[in-house]
C-alpha cells in the first residue's frame, strides 16, 4: 500500500462515518419533531402557522416555517415567511 492509498482509504472511511452519523442524527430529529404543519407555534418573539417542515443536522432540531399570527390564530403578513427552530420553542 502506498502513502497515496492509505491516505485514500482513510478518506473514504471518513466520508462514510460521515454519512453515518448524519443519518443517526436525521432518525433522532425526525423522532423527536412533535409538530406538523398547519399546527400554531410560538417563540420568544412571533407566533406562526407551520407551512413547512425541515431539518437541521448542525441544529440538532426541526425548522419550521409558516407566516406570523395573531392570539387568535389570524395570519398577520403572509408575504414574509418566518422561521422557528424547535430548540426556540416557547412551551406553555
Known amino acids: 500500500?502506498?502513502?497515496q492509498e492509505l491516505d485514500n482509504t482513510i478518506k473514504e472511511l471518513n466520508k462514510q462515518h460521515e454519512l453515518a452519523v448524519n443519518k443517526v442524527k436525521?432518525?433522532?430529529?425526525?423522532?423527536?419533531?412533535?409538530y406538523k404543519v398547519g399546527d400554531v407555534i410560538s417563540d420568544n418573539t412571533?407566533?406562526?402557522q407551520i407551512q413547512s417542515v425541515k431539518y437541521s443536522?448542525?441544529?440538532?432540531?426541526?425548522?419550521?416555517e409558516g407566516y406570523k399570527v395573531n392570539k387568535k390564530g389570524?395570519?398577520?403578513?403572509?408575504n414574509k415567511l418566518e422561521t422557528i427552530y424547535q430548540s426556540n420553542i416557547k412551551n406553555g
Open 1 to 3: 500500500m502506498t502513502k
Open 26 to 34: 436525521k432518525e433522532y430529529i425526525l423522532a423527536n419533531n412533535p
Open 46 to 48: 412571533k407566533t406562526i
Open 57 to 64: 443536522i448542525h441544529a440538532l432540531c426541526m425548522v419550521y
Open 74 to 78: 389570524v395570519l398577520i403578513n403572509k
